[in-house]
């Protein structure tokens, strides 16, 4: 079992849709992140948090601490945020990274 | 522009070329990493650099082979790799090699091994 899971694997949606992608993990961690990839290859940081919420325009990240549970939240999804949305948790030194979700917005 | 660039975009080698990897960082940045991102399976850290220093190797064969000659460039040397070392390699840099420091990505390098 990975130490990071994302669910779901793939998700495809309509545009204007509400996304929710979630993640777990099975370790203690200091900070995790959110990562979206396009198909070229570039990564971006989209959030680093280690409690609460967060908001950057029409996304939104929220962590639980004592269920070890993070979710990526799109509103008014657009097929510009089709990408594959990447979790990463800090544990010891080092960034441990979930499998992915690729996410697919349809006009 | 993310302020991290790596070259080439693109390589295709045979298993007996010797090639490099480069990795370039124009934000100040004191730690580098290079990351291996195979088809279908979450990105692996290879190495750490901090202050020029490795400070993590995560049991990579001995074929890649890091250098990071200052605290903008970062190297991977590449010698008899074999096809199932095809991957896209990215590096990435943070302010320091601390567990909040944000990473920075470059775009990667889709390596493919003939």
């Known amino acids: 079992k990975n130490e990071v899971e994302q669910s779901p694997q793939n998700l495809t949606a309509q545009e204007g849709e509400f996304i929710t992608i979630n993640c777990s993990y099975s370790?203690?961690?200091?900070?995790l992140h959110w990562l979206q990839q396009h198909p070229g290859g570039g990564i971006v940081s989209l959030f680093m948090l280690s409690s609460g919420k967060k908001k950057h325009g029409r996304l939104i990240a929220t962590i639980n601490i004592q269920e070890k549970h993070s979710s990526l939240h799109i509103t008014a999804s657009h097929p510009r945020d089709s990408a594959v949305y990447i979790c990463a948790v800090m544990g010891a030194q080092k960034l441990v990274f979930g499998q992915g979700t690729r996410l697919t917005i349809n006009p | 522009e993310t302020g991290v660039t790596q070259t080439p975009r693109h390589l295709v080698m045979g298993m007996t070329n010797k090639k490099s990897l480069k990795c370039e960082q124009h934000?100040?940045?004191?730690?580098m990493y290079w990351y291996k991102q195979s088809a279908k399976k979450p990105l692996e850290l290879m190495f750490v650099?901090?202050?020029?220093?490795?400070?993590e190797n995560n049991s990579v064969p001995s074929r890649f082979s890091p250098e990071c000659p200052n605290s903008s460039h970062l190297f991977l040397h590449l010698h008899t790799l074999q096809p199932e070392d095809s991957a896209l390699y990215l590096c990435?840099?943070?302010?320091?090699?601390?567990?909040?420091?944000?990473?920075?990505f470059g775009p990667g390098t889709r390596l493919t091994v003939t």
């Open positions: 934000l100040g940045h004191n730690a």
């Open positions: 650099y901090s202050l020029e220093e490795r400070v």
């Open positions: 990435a840099s943070s302010q320091s090699y601390r567990t909040q420091d944000e990473q920075y």
């Open positions: 370790v203690g961690i200091s900070a």
